[in-house]
């Protein structure tokens, strides 16, 4: 039997219960992601690392990116948003490297750190920037391009954009690379195709017009490199070596198949895993170092299946 005491006692400590939970709840805090989209199986691979560090960490993460990496203005749109619902810090992958400063000089403003990831600012407001290597990377892959066609012939490029860091770095890796170490390779075009695989298929098919005797394409993210794909695959272009970038399941199933000779992985659960637990130590005013390398790898289909090789590659 309860007694009247006993009730209240007992509804006393339930709402102690349910104040504490909701204290809990009030008490995490909140980080934004904002990507650069959410078209490529990249991003998805970077939201899954960043949801495991919430869970592990115990913060709110919320990740959200335009549906095209064109739209720059609906991205600023989103940081905006960010911004406004006031974030202990925030994470950004710019698609502009200089579109996004005013918003950034906000966000120093109120005390909010930066944390840049996969594509860096021309702005020393970030706390620190969570990418690849892009531009050794894709050296990597210039020599992997060299090394596939004998070390002399005509070759071009598909890039996603001229315009954030990702695609200026992957431009400029492989063109220096050639360049400084392959004379007799020579790049007879570079196109971007917003790294949209459609566009870039239709640029693909008109380089291949205009230079018949083409060694070889290098694409140089997920969009870029399927659209590579597909324009050999419809033109039934023969011979031509394409070397990609990023992972997924149509590139993995392309060098299966021969069509792609391989491509250059990076490590995106690794990166959103790293970019959340970058903006925590952030918040505790810890020294972050100006860059967080993620990491890199060549594969191709003598090695993908490779543990350390597969780990980082997702579909």
Known sequence: MFTRRTLLAAASATALMLSASLATAQDKILIPLVSKGFQHQFWQAVKAGADQAAAEFGVEVTFEGPDTESQVDRQMDMLSAALARQPAALGFAALDSQAATPLLRQAQEAGIPVIAFDSGVDSDIPTTT????????????????????????????????????????????????????????????????????????????????????????????????????NAVRETNTQGLVVIGYDSGAAQKAAIKDGLMAGAITQSPVGMGYETVKAAIAATKGETLPKTIDSGFAWYDATNMDAPEIAAVLYD
Request: proline residues 2%; hydrophobic residues 45%; aromatic residues 4%.
């Open 130 to 229: 969570v990418t690849t290597n892009n531009v050794a990377a894709a050296a990597l892959a210039a020599d992997k391009m060299a090394e596939l066609i004998g070390g002399a012939g005509k070759v071009a490029l598909v890039v996603h954009d001229q315009t954030s860091r990702t695609g200026i770095d992957r431009r400029d890796g492989f063109v220096n690379r050639m360049a400084e170490a392959y004379p007799d390779v020579e790049i007879v075009d570079i196109q971007y195709g917003g790294g949209d695989q459609l566009m870039s298929t239709e640029i693909t098919k008109a380089m291949l017009t205009a230079h018949p005797d083409m060694k070889g394409i290098f694409g140089a993210n997920e969009g870029s490199a399927l659209g590579v794909i």
